[in-house]
């Protein structure tokens, strides 16, 4: 289905790159959104690509510190965060809808990213 | 501060019915998009539990059931079990932010 790579631990300031890779055909023609929930805390919608990868659409609290990449040639999307601080300790799922506004079938496992000194 | 509000806690014995509701504006549940709710145990991957409002898919028991006025949303759990404690999400999508959003969650504890 979908698989995330694995946990990651970071020093504030740093950069993360988490991947989200589905098999076979589970992401072509959906859109493929990134959502993160911080320890104890709900959902948080981040940013979404689109099924040719050509457009990315980005939460405004995230917009400018996170890049949404995706490679259709390997059914892979990127969410990659910089200048990482405290408060972005989270789990982040990457999940997929059929569009923009339609809901979350299939998500991926999550990914944990701890940020401490 | 969410967009979409829910109560933070229910509670119900087993066998009752509970509602949690999802208050939204005219820009989201208002502007007539679908609410979806998702099902989520701790540590867990949350689970779709209705979609477009008021489908389930398969799978879900018919004691979950959606609804929507106005703007905002409730979703009824009927014949309450101690399996379905757990937190609930509602989601829609928001013109204003161009964007997806969420409920802050709601805690449903079985007495």
């Known amino acids: 289905q979908v698989v995330q790579s694995g946990p990651e631990v970071k020093k504030p300031g740093a950069s993360v790159k988490v991947s989200c890779k589905a098999s076979?055909?589970?992401?072509?023609?959906?859109?493929v959104h990134w959502v993160r929930q911080a320890p104890g805390q709900g959902l948080e919608w981040m940013g979404l690509a689109n099924p040719r990868g050509d457009s990315i659409t980005y939460s405004q609290k995230f917009q400018g510190r996170v890049t949404l990449t995706r490679d259709t040639s390997t059914s892979t999307v990127y969410m990659e965060m910089s200048n990482l601080r405290s408060d972005d300790t989270a789990v982040y799922y990457c999940a997929r809808s059929v569009a923009p506004v339609a809901y979350f079938d299939i998500w991926g496992q999550g990914t944990l990213v701890t940020v401490s000194s | 501060q969410s967009v979409l509000t829910q109560p933070p806690s229910v509670s119900g014995a087993p066998g009752q019915r509970v509602t949690i509701s999802c208050t939204g504006s005219s820009s989201n549940i208002g502007a007539y998009y679908n609410v979806h709710w998702y099902q989520q145990f701790p540590g867990k991957v949350p689970k779709l539990l209705i979609y477009g409002t008021t489908n389930r898919p398969s799978g879900i028991p018919d004691r979950f059931s959606g609804s929507k006025s106005g703007t905002s949303a409730s979703l009824a759990i009927t014949g309450l079990q101690a399996e379905d404690e757990a937190d609930y999400y509602c989601?829609?999508?928001?013109?204003?932010?161009?964007?997806?959003?969420f409920g802050g969650g709601t805690k449903l504890t079985v007495l």
């Open positions: 989601q829609s999508y928001d013109s204003s932010l161009s964007g997806v959003v």
């Open positions: 076979g055909n589970t992401f072509t023609n959906y859109y």
